[in-house]
C-alpha cells in the first residue's frame, strides 16, 4: 500500500507529508521550549538575587559553541544541497563534518558544566542555575537526538539512495530542518542565560 | 488490495501492527480497559465517602490493611481516578480510536500519513499507561497529589508522584505523535474533491482538536521537566523560600514559585477540556444528523465556532486560578475570555437542537446516547459559567459543585458520546451490529444512575461541603444538611457499574454470534464515506476497493430532487456537469 505524497508535493498544499509533519512538531517544540523560557523569565522577575551566580557562567566558551552550531547548520545545508546535486559523496562529507561539529559542541558543554560541578554548583544550588542546567540540559538531549538521526542518515540509512533519491533527500531537508531548530533555540540561550 | 494479501505473522498484524484500523482497536480496546479501571477505583473511594470507616465488603479485606480505605490511599485513588480517566481513557479513546480509526476512512485515505509513528504512539501509550499503574506497588503508593499535582505538595509527596511524571512524560509523546499524524492526514490526504468544507464534522472535530494537543501539551512536558528536577535534582522551581513541611523548613534553596506550576499545568489543562469535548461533539454530529436524516443547521457556522472555540481554549486557561491571588487585573481578563468562550459552545449546543427540529427522528441506541449527550453537556456547561467568574467562583471552588460541573461535561456528556460512537460505527469495525435491545437497557440504566450520582453534587458544593475530604465531611456543620445525599450517590454509581453489564455482554455476544447472512455495508443509510465503501466489513489491509470521488458536502440527508432519501458524499452530481 503507498501512502500518497510521501515523495511528491500535494498541489493544493505545495508540502511532502513529513514536512507537514516536521514543522507541526517544530511548532510543538516551540510551545516546549516557550514554556521553558516563560518560566525563567517569571522566575527571574520575581526574584531580585536571581542572577547572582550568572558570572560563573563562561562566556567565550559559550560563544565558540555558539559558532560551532552555526557552522553546522551551513553544512547541514551543504549537505542537503550536495543531494540536490546528484553527489552522495560531498553529501557523506558535509553530513559528517555536521555530526563533528555537534560532538564538538558536546565536549564544550561537557567542561563547562564540569567547572561548574568543581566550583560546587549544582540545579540545586539555586534556581538560576537550577534554570541553567535543565534548559542547556535539554538542549543537550535534542542535539543528541538529532545525532542518532543523522547517524543513521549517514550510516545504514544512506541505503535508500540507491532505492528511492526523492524520499532520501527529503529525510535529510527534514532532520535539517530540525537541527536549524535546535540551533535557533541556541541562539536564544545563549544571551538568555549568559549575557542579559 | 490483492498485492498486499500476502501472509503477515500474527505479531506483526496485531500486535506490532501498523495498520491505522488495528491501531484505533487497539487504543479503544486499552482505553476501554482503563476507564473501567478508574471508575472502579472511584466505586472503592464511594463506600468510604457513603460509610465512612466501615469495612468495605468483599474486596476490602483482600486489598486494605483493616479493610478500610485510609485517608492516604483515597488521596491517591482520587488523584489517579482522575489521571486514569482523562489521560488513560477519555483522550486515547477519543483521538486515538476514533480519530485512528475514522479520520482516514472519512477522508478517503488508505492509512495515517505516517503509519510507523502511529505504532510508536500506540506504545508509547501502553508503556505510560503501564509506568502509571506501576506506581501503586511503590511504597506509599501512586501519586497522591490530586491530578493537578499542584507543588509544593506533589514536590514533596512520596515516589509515585516520580513515577505519575516519566508516565505522563510518556502519555504526552503519544498524543504529540497521534496528533500530528492525523493533521497531516487530513491535510495531505483527503480524496479528491474533499474540500476542507465538505469535511464531515466528525473529521473538524479531530483536526482542531489535534491542534490543541500540539500545541498544549508540550508547556506540561516543561513543566514535568522543572518538578521531575525539583524531585530529583535537588532545585526549587516550584518550592517557595521558607516552606514548612512536616514541622521544619524544608533544606532547599528556595525562591520558586508553585503559582508558576499551576500556570504551566492550566495552559495544558485547559485546552485538554476542548480535547475531551470536541471529538464528542463531532461524534454527536454525525449521529444526529444521520438519524434525524436532515443536514446539520448551518454547516459553515458550527466549522467556525469549532474553530473558534479551539483558539480561544488558549486563553482562558487561569480562570481555574482565581483564588491564587494574581491581581484582579488578570482576573478581569479571564472573566471575560471566559464568557467569550461560552458563545461558540452554545452556538453548536443549539445547532444541534435546531437539527432535530422537524425531522423523522429515528430512535435507535446510537441516537439515544447522542440525544442525551444534549442536555448533559447543556448542564455540565450552564453549570461552568458561575464558576468562569471570580465572585461566584470564590465560593464555590474546592466543592463538590465544581466536581458536578466537570463530571456532567465528561461523564454523562463525553463518555455518552463515546457509547454513542460504539454503537454507531461498530458495524463498520466488525460487520455486525449490536443488539438494540441490550443497547436501550444500557442507556436507560446509566442515563439515570449517572444523574443519580452528579446531581446531588451541585447542592453538597452549594451548601460549601469540600472535594477533598476522605470522610465526606462528617465532622463539618455546615454539611450537616447535605451529606446523607452521599449514600444515594454511591449506590447510584455501583449501578451504574453493574448498568454497564449489559453493554459488555452485548459486545461479547456479538462478536462470537456466527454472520449469517451478508451484512449490509451501510446498516444507517449515512452519507459520509466511510460507509460508501463496497468492501464487506471487518476490513482487511487496504480501506478501499476503489477510491472514491467526493461531489458534495456530508450531510445531503433528505434532498428535494434526490431519488434517495440520502445522498452519499460519493455520488456524481448530475446538475453541475464537466465536473
Known amino acids: ?196 | 488490495m490483492s498485492q498486499d494479501s500476502h501472509q503477515e505473522s500474527f505479531i506483526k498484524k496485531y500486535i506490532f501492527s501498523q495498520d491505522h484500523k488495528v491501531i484505533g482497536i487497539q487504543y479503544g480496546l486499552l482505553s476501554l480497559f482503563f476507564l473501567l479501571f478508574g471508575f472502579f477505583l472511584m466505586m472503592i473511594m464511594r463506600w468510604q465517602l457513603a460509610y465512612p470507616d466501615q469495612v468495605i465488603p468483599i474486596i476490602g479485606p483482600l486489598m486494605f490493611e483493616n479493610g478500610i480505605l485510609s485517608p492516604d490511599m483515597y488521596n491517591s485513588f482520587g488523584a489517579m481516578h482522575g489521571t486514569i480517566m482523562i489521560f488513560l481513557g477519555v483522550v486515547p479513546i477519543v483521538v486515538g480510536a476514533f480519530g485512528n480509526y475514522l479520520v482516514p476512512l472519512q477522508i478517503g485515505a488508505p492509512d495515517m500519513a505516517f503509519p510507523k509513528l502511529n505504532m510508536v504512539s500506540f506504545w508509547s501509550y501502553f508503556i505510560g499507561g503501564f509506568v502509571m499503574m506501576y506506581g501503586f506497588v511503590l511504597p506509599g503508593g501512586a501519586a497522591n497529589s490530586g491530578w493537578t499535582s499542584y507543588p509544593p505538595l506533589s514536590d514533596l509527596a512520596t515516589a509515585g508522584q516520580t513515577v505519575w511524571l516519566i508516565g505522563m512524560v510518556f502519555l504526552i509523546t503519544s498524543s504529540l505523535l497521534g496528533s500530528m499524524n492525523i493533521i497531516v492526514t487530513i491535510v495531505q490526504l483527503r480524496v479528491k474533491g474533499l474540500t476542507y468544507m465538505k469535511l464531515p464534522l466528525f473529521v473538524w472535530s479531530q483536526l482542531v482538536t489535534s491542534f490543541l494537543l500540539v500545541l498544549a501539551f508540550p508547556p506540561l512536558e516543561a513543566a514535568a521537566v522543572f518538578q521531575l528536577m525539583d524531585r530529583l535534582a535537588g532545585t526549587s522551581f516550584f518550592l517557595p523560600t521558607g516552606l514548612i513541611h512536616g514541622g521544619a523548613i524544608v533544606d532547599v534553596a528556595g525562591g520558586g514559585s508553585p503559582i508558576l506550576w499551576q500556570h504551566l499545568f492550566w495552559f495544558l489543562a485547559h485546552p485538554e477540556v476542548y480535547v475531551l469535548i470536541l471529538p464528542a461533539m463531532g461524534v454527536v454530529c454525525e449521529i444526529i444528523a444521520n438519524n434525524t436524516r436532515k443536514p446539520i443547521w448551518n454547516y459553515k457556522t458550527m466549522v467556525y465556532s469549532l474553530i473558534f472555540l479551539g483558539f480561544m481554549s488558549f486563553a482562558v486557561w487561569a480562570h481555574h486560578m482565581f483564588q491564587t491571588g494574581m491581581g484582579q487585573g488578570m482576573s478581569a481578563f479571564f472573566q471575560i475570555t471566559t464568557m467569550i468562550i461560552s458563545v461558540p459552545s452554545v452556538v453548536i449546543l443549539s445547532g444541534l437542537f435546531i437539527t432535530l427540529w422537524g425531522g423523522r427522528i429515528r430512535f435507535n441506541t446510537p441516537m439515544l446516547f447522542a440525544l442525551a449527550f444534549l442536555p448533559m453537556f447543556g448542564i455540565g456547561g450552564l453549570t461552568g459559567l458561575p464558576l468562569g467568574l471570580a465572585p461566584s467562583d470564590i465560593p464555590l471552588h474546592d466543592t463538590y459543585y465544581v466536581i458536578g460541573h466537570f463530571h456532567y461535561v465528561v461523564a454523562p456528556g463525553t463518555i455518552f458520546a463515546i457509547f454513542a460512537g460504539i454503537y454507531f460505527w461498530f458495524p463498520k469495525v466488525t460487520g455486525k451490529q449490536l443488539n438494540e435491545t441490550l443497547g436501550k437497557i444500557h442507556f436507560w440504566f446509566s442515563f439515570v444512575f449517572m444523574n443519580g450520582i452528579f446531581m446531588p453534587m451541585f447542592l453538597q458544593g452549594i451548601a460549601g461541603v469540600s472535594r477533598r475530604l476522605a470522610d465526606g465531611g462528617t465532622t463539618y456543620a455546615h454539611a450537616a444538611n447535605t451529606i446523607h445525599y452521599n449514600e444515594f450517590m454511591s449506590w447510584s454509581a455501583w449501578c451504574l457499574g453493574l448498568a454497564q453489564l449489559p453493554f459488555i455482554i452485548n459486545m461479547i455476544m456479538t462478536l462470537i454470534r456466527k454472520r449469517k447472512d451478508k451484512v449490509d455495508p451501510n446498516p444507517w443509510k449515512a452519507t459520509t464515506i466511510e460507509w460508501t465503501d463496497t468492501t464487506s466489513p471487518p476490513l482487511g489491509h487496504g480501506n478501499f476497493d476503489t477510491v472514491p470521488s467526493v461531489y458534495r458536502g456530508p450531510y445531503e440527508y433528505s434532498v428535494p430532487g434526490e431519488s434517495e432519501e440520502f445522498t452519499p458524499q460519493s455520488k456524481k452530481d448530475v446538475n453541475s456537469e464537466n465536473k
Open chain 1, 1 to 196: 500500500m503507498q501512502i500518497p505524497y510521501n515523495e511528491k508535493l500535494r498541489p493544493d498544499t505545495g508540502l511532502y507529508n513529513a514536512k507537514l509533519g516536521i514543522w507541526l512538531f517544530l511548532a510543538s517544540e516551540i510551545m516546549l521550549f516557550g514554556g521553558l523560557f516563560s518560566a525563567y523569565v517569571l522566575l527571574r522577575s520575581s526574584n531580585a538575587d536571581f542572577m547572582m551566580h550568572q558570572h560563573y557562567l563562561n562566556v567565550p566558551l559559550a560563544t565558540l559553541n555558539t559558532i560551532i552550531l552555526i557552522t553546522s547548520s551551513v553544512t547541514m545545508v551543504m549537505a542537503w544541497v550536495s543531494l540536490k546535486l546528484n553527489d552522495l559523496k560531498k553529501y557523506k562529507l558535509y553530513m559528517l563534518l555536521t555530526l563533528l561539529c555537534s560532538v564538538g559542541f558536546l565536549i564544550v558543554k561537557f567542561f563547562e558544566y564540569s567547572a561548574k560541578f568543581e566550583h560546587h554548583l549544582y540545579p540545586s544550588t539555586d534556581n538560576f542555575l537550577g534554570t541553567y542546567f535543565t534548559l542547556t540540559g535539554l538542549h543537550g538531549l535534542h542535539i543528541i537526538g538529532g545525532m542518532v538521526v543523522m547517524i543513521y542518515l549517514v550510516g545504514p540509512g544512506v541505503k535508500m539512495w540507491e532505492t528511492n533519491k526523492e524520499r532520501f533527500t527529503n529525510r535529510v531537508e527534514v532532520i535539517g530542518l530540525y537541527w536549524h531548530f535546535v540551533d535557533l533555540v541556541w541562539i536564544f540561550l545563549f544571551p538568555a542565560l549568559y549575557l542579559l
